[in-house]
């Protein structure tokens, strides 16, 4: 090593011994002069730079300084040391600028920096303090290197804008703020914010080079007079268009990202703490450098309906726009895959609307399916401007293009909102159409607004639940006789007479209804969608169309590995009800009808037209327990009595057409289509739909065990000291 060292000076310019040179030592924003010669040791001025900047014993560093054609050399040891002497003698340098770059992180036995023997008296507390007591492990930052943005005269950035990003984050990561006195496309000059106040000299000049556009420092003094010059957890240049470069990667992935879970994730990986306005903001950046402004995005709808028509096959997107205006009115969206799939799904659809939550409001329409193994199966999505007539006839129309070539009966599931009920009773009136029976219960509440009556509105709604859920016309109108007696025989009957009784009524309804009684399904797919909802038209379908087309891969694969006949859902179902079959006795009558008894009833099963007294196998599209003890009885295969539907066969069959990929690479439109006009409403924008009391599910209070909608701690009912 002694002989190589001797071999590389030897070919150097020669140099007087003691010759000196001044050296300027930076550390984030601060530094100090020294004068160097060469008969110091590099361990020696290693010494001297942790004491000037008070770096402790485990503090691992190394040094950097640049000459005439190339950007950065390291300082790491003594024949660097020398050579810098050499290189000072060849490029006629009575000066050098050395950068102290600190390894956060890393360890005493990182190769940056070597000791000797010499620092084994330095003592560090922490090594001798309990746990509790320690300043605990140093974290590393993706925002540690940011420090090392500006680094000397020379540097070479991209763009003018990228050096303003850099200049940002450098600034945040050293610990000041700084002011702009010139700032345009080819010349940039920033100094320290003190600048007019107590003389700070920090300043950076920088312009455009002509030649290859790229952006030069052609002045940089790094060294501050002022005070305060401290890295906080908040910087008041930390704003949306920095925090944007650092989250867009998370945001593309998870558009469902909170401004609240941005800001921990800030805090965790960045080291800094921002406000919820800034997140918020960071986030819209992120979207529209996606997929633009949100008025941009209502003109990208027409080319994004070529490219959906183009790429996905069978698809059906309709947009309409005012004739004079040229404005935004609606537009229906669906595809190729999920026509194709719908035919594998259960005849229902659930149909229903909820707000937007962009700036432009609006309402979404959504008809959505459901699979043989009780899940959700989106078919069809609108946006609009409000629930009205000609906004759901719009809706229903396109809907019904897609469903009459399948040549199946659908049975449609709604709220009961008047405009939809006037649009489907044109579009599809011969249809089965059953009515939520949730929103049927929030609608008898309000006949019952003024009563002031909890106790009493409870036991109504319990009473109208088995009326609704009656099974046979003689028990309807027992439990209907019971309600008008609890609820007053006036209220009840106006309320029965509005509403058709077999769109709610289990006993009065024709057909299979798949033992469906509520719009839950719907209900699941606008909270699916809760993140999309808030984005403009354009990026709300085309995350939506990339969440369905995940969620169908996923669940094809999935079905790949089953191996029961039935759905896994259904089989679980058939088991439980096979189980409770071995209890009942079974008594053959002619060919395919059955008498099925337990201890205090009996049954009449027939097989040929799978029907059961007890009537939940015709409402459920499921046999009964008491048919499942009749087949078995017959010595007959219970999966041939089951609907194909609940199969796994047509489970993997309604997932096999996939929704396709849609590239925007060369996205264009030449067509301008204006957004709707629309009044925001003054204060801040509901996020979720207050439930009213009606729609709540009525709990026994643990106190005076009635039931209604308070717990033990809200409770104010008297108590008789019997409890």
């Known amino acids: 090593m002694e002989r190589d060292r001797s071999l590389v000076c030897s070919s150097l310019p020669s140099r007087n011994v003691g010759d000196s040179l001044i050296a300027q030592f930076i550390y984030t924003g601060n530094g100090f002069y020294l004068q160097l010669n060469d008969l110091m040791r590099f361990f020696d001025l290693i010494d001297i730079i942790r004491r000037r900047f008070r770096f402790s014993s485990s503090d691992v560093f190394h040094l950097q300084y640049f000459s005439p054609g190339c950007p950065v050399i390291y300082l790491d040891s003594d024949l660097d040391f020398k050579m810098l002497f050499c290189c000072a003698k060849i490029y006629k340098l009575d000066h050098v600028d050395v950068n102290v770059v600190k390894d956060v992180g890393s360890s005493c036995s990182s190769k940056s920096v070597l000791f000797d023997e010499s620092f084994s008296e330095i003592i560090d507390e922490n090594d001798y303090l309990d746990d509790g007591f320690k300043d605990g492990p140093t974290k590393s930052y993706l925002s540690d290197d940011w420090g090392s943005y500006l680094l000397h005269k020379g540097h070479k950035f991209e763009s003018v804008q990228d050096f303003r990003d850099k200049l940002r984050k ?192 609006g309402q979404i329409l959504s008809a959505t399916g459901r699979n043989g193994d009780k899940g959700f199966f989106p078919l069809a999505l609108c946006i609009c401007d409000s629930e009205t007539e000609d906004n759901w006839f719009f809706f229903f129309k396109h809907l019904k293009a897609l469903l009459e070539p399948q040549g199946r009966v659908i049975t449609f599931i709604s709220d009961r909102g008047g405009g939809l009920l006037k649009a489907f009773n044109q579009v599809f009136p011969g249809n089965p159409h059953l009515f939520c029976f949730h929103h049927l219960r929030y609608n008898l509440t309000q006949k019952y607004r003024n009563k002031r009556n909890a106790v009493v509105l409870a036991q109504v709604l319990q009473k109208f ?148 007294c007890c009537v939940k196998w015709q409402i459920n599209c499921f046999p009964c327990p008491h048919a499942l003890s009749a087949i078995q009885a017959a010595r007959l295969n219970v999966y041939d009595f089951i609907d194909l539907y609940f199969s796994a066969e047509y489970f993997r069959m309604s997932y096999s057409f996939p929704i396709h990929p849609v590239s925007n690479v060369d996205s264009c439109t030449e067509e301008s289509i204006l957004p709707p006009i629309t009044k925001r409403p003054a204060g801040r924008p509901k996020e979720k739909r207050i439930k009213s009391s009606g729609e709540k599910k009525p709990i026994r209070c643990g106190r005076c065990l009635k039931l209604g909608h308070h717990n033990r701690q809200s409770c104010t009912e008297p108590l008789n000291g019997q409890q």
Request: proline share 3%; aromatic share 12%; glycine share 6%.
């Open 170 to 361: 450098y600034a945040v990561q050293t610990g000041f703020c700084y002011v702009l006195p010139r700032n345009d496309s080819l010349y940039v000059r920033a100094v320290c914010e003190n600048h007019g106040t107590e003389k700070c000299g920090w300043e950076v000049i920088g312009s455009v080079a002509p030649i290859n556009n790229c952006f030069y420092i052609k002045e940089f003094n790094n060294i501050h007079t002022c005070k305060g010059v401290l890295r906080n957890q908040t910087h008041r240049q930390l704003g949306s268009k920095i925090v944007r470069t650092c989250i867009e990667s998370n945001v593309f992935l998870n558009l469902g990202l909170k401004p609240a879970d941005i800001m921990s994730n800030f805090k965790s990986t960045y080291g800094f703490e921002i406000s919820y306005k800034v997140a918020s903001r960071a986030k819209k950046r992120c979207l529209e450098k996606m997929y633009g402004s949100e008025s941009d995005s209502f003109s990208m709808l027409s080319w994004y309906k070529d490219a959906v028509l183009e790429t996905n096959p069978g698809s059906s997107f309709v947009l309409e726009v005012e004739e004079n205006t040229n404005r935004f009115q609606r537009v229906f969206v669906s595809y190729g895959g999920q026509v194709e799939g719908f035919k594998f799904s259960l005849p229902v659809l659930y149909v229903d609307g909820t707000f937007g939550k962009s700036i432009y409001k």
């Open 465 to 612: 639940f088995k009326v609704a859920y009656a099974s046979t016309e003689r028990s309807y109108y027992h439990h209907l006789q019971a309600l008008r007696d609890e609820g007053g025989a006036e209220v009840i009957d106006e309320f029965i007479a509005e509403i058709p009784l077999e769109n709610w009524c289990r006993a009065f309804f024709k057909g299979c209804r798949y033992g469906i009684m509520a719009n839950s399904i719907a209900e699941s797919f606008n909270k699916w969608i809760v993140a999309e909802r808030s984005m403009p038209p354009l990026a709300m379908i085309d995350q939506t169309r990339m969440k369905e087309m995940k969620m169908m891969s996923e669940r094809r694969v999935e079905s790949k590995s089953w191996t029961t006949q039935l759905t896994p859902e259904m089989e679980k179902k058939l088991v439980e009800r096979m189980h409770k079959a071995c209890s009942f006795r079974v008594i053959a009558s002619h060919e395919s009808v059955y008498e099925v008894r337990d201890d205090e009833y009996s049954y009449s099963v027939n097989l040929s037209t799978h029907t059961c």
